[in-house]
């Protein structure tokens, strides 16, 4: 399961500055596995300005780099938000609208077979959520995650991460 470390003891400031980490769980006879893709949703430092949304570090960085994926190849898609108080919505999209992939696990359980179908590639995480799910594209195309902070606010913030389908 896909789980989060965490500080406990001056959370704000420490969340803030990125003490923070993802733990991946595999059972006794799993191994790593080359097809997952990690997305740790942090914030980017302790507040300086003004009180508002900030574009968030992605794992580790504000630019982060594209992610490769193979065409017809099943990717899990990791997703963390250890953000210190925002909702953030992850979204995988292309020229035509929101994408569809399979949810399959949720704060670090499996998710039984009824609710591991495909979905809208659009979900909102809160802090200390993770979300799990399959994303298989039949071919060569290029793909957005789209990560927006403070979603129903009118000063939202798009982050977006290049997905290649080689």
């Known amino acids: 399961g896909t ?41 980017a430092g302790p507040p300086t300005g003004p009180p508002g949304p900030a574009a968030p570090f992605i794992n580790g960085s504000s630019a982060p780099p594209p992610i490769e994926l193979q065409a017809d190849t099943p990717h899990r898609f990791r997703i963390v938000s250890i953000s210190s108080a925002l909702t953030r919505r992850v979204r995988l999209v292309s020229e035509t609208g929101v994408e569809l992939w399979r949810a399959v696990a949720k704060d670090g359980a499996e998710l039984p077979p009824r609710q591991a179908v495909m979905r809208n590639a659009s979900i909102d ?29 009118r000063r939202a913030i798009v982050t977006k991460v290049p997905v290649i389908v080689r």
Do not use: C, N
């Not at 595999?26 to 740790?40: A, K, N, S, Y």
């Open 3 to 43: 789980f989060i470390y965490h500080t406990h003891a001056d959370e704000t400031q420490q969340l803030t500055s990125g003490l923070y980490g993802p733990l991946l769980v595999l059972g006794e006879d799993e191994r790593p596995d080359t097809t997952d893709r990690l997305f740790l949703i942090g914030d």
């Open 125 to 153: 995480l809160g802090p200390g959520e993770t979300a799990d799910f399959t994303v298989r594209r039949a071919k060569r195309e290029v793909l957005t995650l789209e990560i927006i902070t403070s979603p129903l606010s």
